[in-house]
C-alpha cells in the first residue's frame, strides 16, 4: 500500500495509508447515498430527481439569482438546465421574470409551492446532519467542515456561504 504524508497549515503530518484513505473515499460515497436517499424518493414520486433538487435548493438560497449565475453554481449544461427548469416552471415551483436592466435576463425565484419543497428536502437533510453533529461533538463538528471546504475546489471557493456571491441578487419570492 502507498502512504500518503499530508501537511497540514501548522507544519505537522499526518500520515495514511492507502486502506485509510479508501475508507474516507467509501465513507463519503455512502454518506452521499444516506444523505440523498429520502429526498432522492420524495422526488422521484413527483417524476423530478436530484437535478430538479439542486436547482430548487441553489434558487431558494438565491432568490433572483440569473441563469447565467445558476449555471455557474451548479456547473451543467444549458440543455440539461433548461430542461429541469422548464418542468420546474411549468409545475409552479420556480417562477422567472425579466432584468430590471436587461430584459433579456431571466431571473429566477422560488414560488410558495417551491419554497414548501424546498422546506421539506431541506428538513430531512438538516435532520441527517444534525444528528451526526451531535453525535462528533463540537470538535468533530468543526473538522467535518474543515474536511469538506478542503474538498471544495479553489474555483468554487467564492460560491461558499459567507463569501462574495454569485450574483447580486436580491431576496425575494414572486407567487405565480
Known sequence: MTDVKIMTDMQTSIDLDEEEMRQAIELLYFAYRGFTAEPDAILAAMGMGRAHHRVVYFVGRNPGVT??????ILRITKQSLARVLLHLVHEGYVSQTPGPVDRRQRL???TSRGEELERQLTARQSKLIAQAFAKAGPAGADAFRAILEGLVA???????PGQAGPTLATPRRVDR
Open 67 to 72: 441563469v447565467s449565475a445558476l449555471l455557474g
Open 154 to 160: 479553489d474555483t468554487d471557493r467564492r460560491l461558499l
Open 108 to 110: 429566477l425565484a422560488l
